[in-house]
């Protein structure tokens, strides 16, 4: 690796991850984060990296570093928070990936995909409401379906309320 730079040696790693070899990519990246353990960058490649093998424990300290620095791009930031708030969830963690999944909601109150993980969470800590709400919201404003759409008033009034009778 000598002579190649922080951004090849980067770029080398996430094509590996991208083309399968999740590994060698693992391997790759773990060795960039001990060289730039503050690059936010790095942090989030190397999360992804643990993530996708199925390393959810091993990820978090990655997702956190990478959040907690400057750095990253509007969409690597928000892969992160989805990343993080998904991998909490897959752990047993609901309150703090509750916590985090609201706040990148917040930050990014269009993405559906940001929503629905938000809606998962919800519903491991019984909050059963909240949680229809948001994917009833969700279905109701994105939904393409002919049927969805003829009742999408209907769908968004219950979204507010799902005892309402009127």
């Not at 091993?58 to 708030?85: Q, W």
């Amino acid at each position: 690796m000598n002579g190649t730079t922080r951004d090849e040696l980067l770029a080398r790693a996430v094509r590996l991850r991208e083309q399968g070899h999740h590994e060698d990519a693992r391997q790759q990246l773990m060795e960039l984060a001990g060289q730039y353990p503050e690059d936010c960058e790095v942090a989030y490649q190397t999360a992804w990296a643990h993530d996708v093998l199925g390393l959810e424990a091993e990820a978090v300290p990655f997702y956190e570093r990478s959040l907690n620095g400057s750095g990253l791009s509007t969409e690597d930031r928000r892969g992160a928070l989805l990343g993080l708030g998904s991998t909490y969830r897959t752990l047993g963690q609901y309150a703090k990936a509750v916590s985090t999944l609201r706040q990148a909601v917040k930050e990014y109150p269009d993405d559906g995909a940001l929503q629905t993980f938000l809606a998962m969470a919800l519903f491991n800590v019984d909050d059963h409401h909240e949680a229809m709400s948001i994917l009833l919201t969700l279905l109701a404003t994105t939904s393409e379906d002919t049927h969805v759409r003829q009742y999408q008033r209907a769908i968004q009034h219950y979204a507010q309320d799902l005892n309402a009778t009127v």
